[in-house]
């Protein structure tokens, strides 16, 4: 049985989902959200297969939610009601597996769970070419980012960045990682990498 969390902050949404999916013979739902926050909580109580996550909803929403569930191994299916790729596209970035819309055919509902569950990614192509756009353009830093990511780069540490920029170790901590979080990389060697192959800082 695949398990699914479902999370809308519309009661009547989620009870038609809830209906409609404890029909299917390999399908069951495990438990239900009203907001982000709760889902996180829920998603690590419950252990679900498959999440089922609205994107817009009052307090922490889908993205948060996302974020949140980054150590989670259930699989995100987002179900909007956005039509507009870019309006996913923070989602998929944050990690959804997904999305569907939510005036899709139920049978589709059911192959787009079972789909995710093995593992497959369901994307749109305009949100495909948009992601790959996006990667393909260069980071917006700040001029003094773009000096601290070239120290970075240089293989310098913090106490060295701060004292050649004549900052704080704090803000050149916090400069580093905001740098981190707009490359969408994960540590500094992948930072100096990323900005030498992009052009972003010099070899």
Same mark, same amino acid.
């Given at each position: 049985?695949?398990?699914?969390?479902?999370? =809308?902050?519309?009661?009547?949404?989620?009870?038609?989902?809830?209906?409609?999916?404890?029909?299917?013979?390999?399908?069951?739902?495990?438990?239900?959200? $009203?907001?982000?926050?709760?889902?996180?909580?829920?998603?690590?109580?419950? *252990?679900?297969?498959?999440?089922?996550?609205?994107?817009?909803? &009052?307090?922490?929403?889908?993205?948060?939610?996302? #974020?949140?569930?980054?150590?989670? &191994? $259930?699989?995100?299916?987002?179900?909007?009601?956005?039509?507009? &790729?870019?309006?996913?596209?923070? +989602?998929?970035?944050?990690?959804? +597996?997904?999305?569907?819309?939510? =005036?899709? =055919?139920?049978?589709?509902?059911?192959? +787009?769970?079972?789909?995710?569950?093995?593992? #497959?990614?369901?994307?749109?192509?305009?949100?495909?070419?948009?992601?790959?756009?996006?990667?393909? *353009?260069?980071?917006?830093?700040?001029?003094?980012?773009?000096?601290?990511?070239?120290?970075?780069? $240089?293989?310098?540490?913090?106490?060295?960045?701060?004292?050649?920029?004549?900052?704080?170790?704090?803000?050149?901590?916090?400069?580093?990682?905001?740098?981190?979080?707009?490359?969408?990389?994960? =540590?500094?060697?992948?930072?100096?990498?990323?900005?030498?192959?992009?052009?972003?800082?010099?070899?």
């Amino acid at each position: 049985m695949i398990r699914v969390l479902v999370v =809308d902050d519309h009661p009547v949404v989620r009870q038609g989902l809830r209906t409609f999916l404890d029909l299917q013979e390999d399908i069951t739902v495990v438990g239900e959200s $009203a907001d982000g926050e709760s889902c996180v909580d829920d998603a690590e109580r419950l *252990r679900p297969d498959v999440i089922l996550l609205d994107l817009r909803m &009052p307090g922490a929403g889908g993205v948060a939610a996302l #974020h949140g569930l980054r150590d989670n &191994p $259930a699989r995100v299916l987002v179900v909007t009601s956005h039509t507009e &790729p870019g309006a996913v596209l923070p +989602a998929v970035r944050a990690g959804a +597996a997904g999305y569907v819309y939510k =005036d899709v =055919d139920p049978s589709a509902l059911a192959a +787009a769970i079972r789909s995710v569950h093995a593992g #497959h990614v369901l994307l749109h192509p305009d949100v495909l070419r948009l992601l790959a756009a996006e990667d393909a *353009r260069p980071a917006e830093l700040t001029a003094r980012e773009r000096d601290v990511l070239a120290e970075v780069a $240089a293989g310098r540490s913090n106490r060295e960045i701060a004292r050649a920029l004549s900052l704080s170790e704090k803000t050149v901590k916090t400069h580093v990682s905001a740098i981190l979080g707009k490359l969408g990389v994960q =540590d500094r060697t992948q930072a100096a990498l990323h900005a030498v192959r992009t052009g972003l800082v010099e070899r």
